[in-house]
């Protein structure tokens, strides 16, 4: 059904009356100061002028909507949702992953089997940072499964959680290694939908979603994916802080200390904790209108601690109990995972 299209110039008389009593309204941040008449009339004139152009070059209906403030930036209008990337762009674009040992290996090519089923061009590559303790047959099982190993130094903390010591070895990908762009995700993470809009954002220091649920730190950004132009600059100064700290920092700390208020920031459903599929289900909406809303657009799942579930790898798969009040989806992540270390993973 074709849409009514209100005339232009109801349009316009309807915009200039907004106008005027916007000048009229004593609230307004132009009455602070004194003007004259005439400067005045000036300006209305000039800001009807505006108004004109703004008239004629609207092609959509306005809709009513919450305040911006309240609402992701996904939800703001002229959002583009994700469309398949040209191959006719002239920079040369990855995904990077990183590993420091076998498992992480393994888990790297779950993640890049999976970003290519969800629609990612040849010609994006998928590169995974290896270090030395990556095994030769851990490797050829990348190199076979569409993934690019590349060697990097390990960068490992002599104290702090073993867990995490190795975990600075991700901020190489803001070395130059011959790649404009790169979208950076940790593998212990189920990939939802296609990330591939994200080589459209504009330059930034490197874009993150918030770590919405480190409500106390705001504004505070996750690691977890990253979106970064690599810059050898950057990466000095990443060195030389790390070098220069007065307290042990990991990955995701020494991002936030230094760039806080630079980072570009992505909305909170590009990474979500798998807790929040099953605890605090409706406080962490986003601006959606309801939980079921906020899963089927969240993009990257973080497996993260709740009760007896961790990671994946350090589970029984058969010790698994599902609980009737929790969304299905939570107990698939974690078989989804298993069933792909078993078809991918005969190495380890």
Known sequence: MASTRVPVDAKLDEAADTLIQGHDDP???ALAHPRSPSTGHGTLLLSLAAVVVMALAAEQPRHSRLPATTLPASHAPGFKPWAPLP???GRKLAYMLYATNDLQACNALIAAKKIRALGTPSFIEIVALVTEDVSVQARQVLVNGGVRPMTVARWRRKTGNDYYKDSLTKLRIFQELGYDRVIYVDTDTVIMKNLDELFHLPHAVFWAPR???LEHLQPFITSVLLVVDPDNALFTHLEHAIEHETEVR???DVLNVEWQHVAGILPSEYVVLTTHLKENVHKYLFGYTSFLDRVSHTYI?????SDQYIKPWTMDADAIERQPHVLPLYYELYEEY??????LCSFL
Not at 301 to 305: A, D, E, R
Not at 338 to 343: D, G, I, K, M, P
Request: avoid cysteine; proline fraction near 0%.
């Open 211 to 213: 770590a919405y649920w």
């Open 27 to 29: 609230s307004h941040a």
């Open 338 to 343: 298993w069933a792909q270390r078993r078809a």
């Open 250 to 252: 990991f990955d995701m």
């Open 301 to 305: 799942h973080h497996f993260s601690y």
């Open 87 to 89: 191959a006719v762009d």
